[in-house]
């Protein structure tokens, strides 16, 4: 039976987990959050029944396929829902787990099913639980964060399913697969997509929303989101060359809004973008090598960036605070747990040797000058080398080691209370770090889950010499020029504030046109001359009294009564008169 199948569906059973979740007695939740995940991700890999598929209004959904993308994409989505509700346990309300289970039920739904109208179901799910994780955050601005996001989100799927809907009735397959390029349906599901990963112009959505959110939330938020989108791009949009300069733009994007950002959980959320659009160039140039890169480079990005943000979280925990000037300076006494952590985390966001993202990124570099994008893998190269300025060594400077800015940062520094995590949140933290580690030493273990069969050997001595030579210059640079590159208290304009300002500028033409146009139509029907057309219209209009219809013998009577009455004066009014004229005449 479909009831029955639809449990063996990690996607399907994480949503139906997730909604009475909040709902559940701590113990019990407790239990299910540490158990519940490993057990799907083991489900996954052994499962062997098949594809499971309905007919819904005589569409075949396809509800489970495990394609070796999928099944990759799906399997970190799952640690991630683990490790991050391990580091949630702590202090996250049992809405926000709700709702993450929810969210990352969408993500791996979305990962293992082969039709269009599945995923876009899964795309809304995914919309409406990942904001009220926002909402959860309880910041000052949460509200109206999630409220923008919401929007985005929305929108995106709104062209989403318009595109879809032009599929369908263009008879075209709606099995989820490579598009053909061209038409409405192409551009329409692409521009959903892309809304999701983050893309020009509406790249700030990552930056204003995801720092809104608790110190677990933007753990989880991190890693689903604009990953899906990958995963969907790479499913259908492979080789779509118009994803090159857009995944250019978002990878200088990043870099230069993290060099004028002085939060740091905002550093690492402009972070996001920039790797994703280094995952959407190697997306776009689509040859097997660059597919294989984006996908285990979007696999290291997941692992590393939430340990950056389980250790920004820690932070924010005990400091009630992410931004740079009130840190302080002497966390990593404090903290060497959590400090030895984020280390972990910036090597690999950089690139270290032996670490996830040198194996990762070798392979897009590596793709992208096989495929001869000279010029793309320079750029690339370059972007990846100023990672240092941003989530690799600015981050950890800012957070960790910077000097104190204020004698308030000094006596936050020195409270009791900041400390490394405890229990399952720092299992979850180190979990996360050591993956990051295991990956760099063992690259091999990613290379044989990648869908494209190929051999990459990492660690060439040309290629380690290559990659210490970047980072050795790139980092010289930032320790020259890091009391520059010191965070003042400024606000950053981001592109969002033109689409702002175009909006709140249409609003106040279109309400403060509608208002005179209220103004003039109350003064024109109070008018004298407005009420008397109203009379006529009332005494002759097509229902007046006047221009009804009247039955014969009615206006008889009326004729008759009229005529009595005209006589009756005629006769009531000769005899005086003809007194008066006789005395006129002298008789």
């Known amino acids: 039976m479909l009831s ?56 075949k959904l396809t509800l489970l396929h495990l394609s070796s993308t999928g099944l990759l994409f799906a399997s970190v989505f799952m640690f991630a829902l683990w490790a991050g509700s391990l580091f949630a346990l702590q202090d996250a309300s049992p809405l926000e787990l709700g709702s993450a289970f929810i969210y990352a039920g969408g993500a791996i739904g979305i990962c293992l099913c082969a039709d269009w109208i599945t995923l876009f179901c899964y795309w809304e799910l995914m919309a409406l639980s990942s904001t009220l994780i926002v909402w959860c955050g309880k910041q000052q601005d949460s509200w109206r964060a999630g409220l923008r996001y919401l929007l985005i989100h929305l929108a995106g799927g709104v062209a989403l399913l318009a ?23 192409y551009w329409l599901i692409l521009a959903g997509i892309l809304l999701n990963a983050g893309a020009p112009p509406f790249s700030f959505w990552v930056a204003d929303a995801y720092p809104q959110a608790s110190p677990s939330g933007m753990v989880f938020l991190s890693a689903f989101t604009t990953k899906t989108a990958v995963f969907v791009l790479i499913t259908a949009f492979a080789g779509a060359n118009v994803l090159i300069p857009i995944g250019i733009y978002m990878a200088i994007y990043g870099i230069i809004y993290a060099l004028l950002e002085q939060d740091i959980r905002r550093i690492l959320a402009y972070s996001i973008v920039n790797q994703v659009g280094f995952m959407l160039v190697a997306v776009g140039v689509g040859t097997p090598d660059t597919l294989n890169g984006a996908q285990a480079h979007a696999v290291a990005h997941i692992l590393y960036k939430m340990v950056l943000l389980m250790g920004a979280g820690v932070i924010m925990r005990s400091l009630g605070t992410t931004k740079a000037r009130e840190l302080g300076g002497a966390l990593w006494h404090k903290m060497p747990w959590t400090t030895a952590c984020i280390l972990v985390g910036a090597a690999a966001s950089m690139g270290v040797p032996f670490t996830s993202s040198f194996v990762t990124k070798s392979v897009v570099l590596s793709g992208l000058a096989d495929a001869g994008m000279g010029f793309v893998w320079v750029l690339m190269l370059v972007c990846s080398a100023t990672v240092v300025f941003n989530a690799g060594g600015r981050f950890p400077w800012l957070a960790l080691f910077a000097p104190t800015a204020t004698s308030a940062a000094t006596s936050k520094v020195d409270a009791p209370k900041v400390t490394d995590p405890k229990g399952l949140a720092l299992f979850a933290m180190l979990a996360g770090a050591l993956l990051c580690l295991v990956i760099g030493w063992f690259p091999q273990s990613l290379y044989s889950a990648l869908p494209h069969t190929a ?133």
């Open 4 to 59: 029955t199948k639809l449990l063996y569906i990690p996607g399907v059973v994480l949503i139906l987990t997730g909604i009475p979740l909040a709902f559940f007695p701590a113990w019990l939740r407790r239990s299910i959050i540490i158990t519940l995940p490993p057990l799907l991700l083991l489900h996954m890999w052994t499962f062997s029944g098949g594809d499971i598929h309905v007919t819904w209004l005589g569409y």
């Open 163 to 185: 595109g879809i809907g032009a599929l369908a009735a263009a008879g075209g397959s709606l099995e989820l697969g490579r598009l053909a390029p061209g038409g409405y349906a």
């Open 455 to 587: 051999i990459y050997q990492p660690y060439t001595f040309g290629h380690i010499l290559e990659q210490v030579q970047i980072l050795a210059v790139a980092g010289a640079l930032f320790w020259l020029t890091r009391r520059v590159l010191y965070p003042s208290a400024s606000i950053t304009l981001d592109t969002d504030w033109f689409l702002r300002v175009a909006v709140l500028r249409t609003w106040q033409w279109f309400s403060s046109g509608l208002a005179t146009s209220y103004a003039k139509s109350i003064e024109l029907l109070t008018s004298s001359q407005m009420r008397s057309y109203m009379l006529i219209f009332i005494l002759h209009g097509p229902r007046g009294i006047l221009a009804r219809s009247w039955y014969t013998g009615s206006i008889a009577l009326w004729v008759a009564v009229m005529l009595a009455s005209y006589i009756i004066l005629y006769n009531l009014n000769a005899i005086p008169g003809l007194n008066v004229l006789q005395q006129l005449l002298g008789r």
